[in-house]
């Protein structure tokens, strides 16, 4: 008879004590802009809970307004997929001097390379990213990109773009000027 009457218990403890850590515990809240590795900065509409599979997930709602998409995230993979914060200005200033450099180019295949590039660009890192916008940059003077040289490097400057603006709290095109303006100074 002790066996039902303390099974009941740690049940209701159990159900109490998610409910109350989870709500302090989120590194994330309502509005804020966040990064999501493969899609770049999105904003947080809400935080709800939805039953999936029987079970309560609680999830962060997140809005990436250029790419008209929502997302789902539970609270509790967020940091396991790699969703942080934006940058701090210091990342930015670094990721801006990234652009200053010489392009390291590999002479490896051109698909080889093209996959390291997309991970830069999909590992979320606004220094990585800033290194493809570096690396496959062309200059006035230089030969024409391939086409998928092209969609990496518009890829690339997009993201690095959007997560500028949101830090600066400017427009995005703002934010392209800044970046390519960078990048003409390595040209000078």
């Known amino acids: 008879m002790t066996a039902p009457k303390t099974a009941p218990a740690p049940a209701a403890v159990q159900k109490k004590t998610p409910a109350n850590t989870n709500t302090k515990k989120h590194e994330f809240k309502t509005n804020d802009h966040v990064v999501y590795p493969t899609h770049g900065v ?3 509409m809400k935080i709800e809970e939805q039953e999936v599979a029987g079970m309560k997930l609680e999830l962060f709602v997140i809005t990436f307004e250029k790419d008209k998409m929502t997302l789902r995230v539970p609270t509790t993979k967020a940091k396991a997929v790699g969703m942080r914060k934006l940058s701090s200005p210091d990342i930015v200033a670094n990721a801006l001097n990234t652009l200053k450099g010489r392009a390291r180019i590999k002479r490896t295949m051109w698909s080889r390379r093209a996959q390291e590039y997309e991970a830069k660009i999909n590992s979320g890192d606004l220094v990585s990213i800033a290194e493809v ?3 496959l940059h062309r200059a006035s003077g230089q030969p024409e990109q391939s086409y998928s040289e092209r969609q ?3 890829a690339a ?3 690095m773009a959007r997560e500028v603006a949101a830090v ?3 427009d995005e095109p703002t934010a392209v000027k800044r970046v390519e303006g960078m990048l003409l100074k390595k040209a000078a």
Do not use: S
């Open 42 to 44: 999105g904003k947080i």
């Open 133 to 135: 916008v570096r690396d």
């Open 152 to 154: 990496l490097y518009e």
């Open 157 to 159: 400057l997009a993201r």
């Open 168 to 170: 600066e709290r400017t």
